[in-house]
Nanobody, 121 residues
Framework: QVQLMESGGGLVQPGGSLRLSCAAS????????MGWYRQAPGKQRDLIAT???????NYAESAKDRFTISRDNAKNTVSLQMSSLRPEDTAVYYC???????????????WGQGTQVTVSS
């Protein structure tokens, strides 16, 4: 089946920047919406941003101005460019994708395993 894999997480100083990427692989007919979410320890998973197959974006208010979501349909990837990072941005970041495995199937939501982002001096 389909797999999603995040990459690019790590330790960054406050005010720094980081770019996360997520690649979808496996049996894929089409990918509809893709998105980024994050979850801090003991907290609920929160939406960061989503992007449609034709490039329309939606951002959480907390992500506007600092985060930018993008996708490459030819490579089946979605990225999240983060800047002016703050300690409160520390979390596990997950990507998601709404994927059809064939033209005869209903879209299904897939999730990556997550990548850790730590913002600290």
């Amino acid at each position: 089946q389909v797999q999603l894999m995040e990459s690019g997480g790590g330790l960054v100083q406050p005010g720094g920047s980081l770019r996360l990427s997520c690649a979808a692989s496996g049996s894929i007919f089409s990918i509809l919406a893709m998105g980024w979410y994050r979850q801090a320890p003991g907290k609920q998973r929160d939406l960061i941003a989503t992007i449609s197959s034709d490039g329309r974006t939606n951002y959480a208010e907390s992500a506007k101005d600092r985060f930018t979501i993008s996708r490459d349909n030819a490579k089946n990837t979605v990225s999240l460019q983060m800047s002016s990072l703050r300690p409160e941005d520390t979390a596990v970041y997950y990507c998601s994708a709404e994927i059809q495995v064939s033209a005869r199937t209903v879209p299904y939501d897939y999730w990556g395993q997550g990548t850790q982002v730590t913002v600290s001096s």
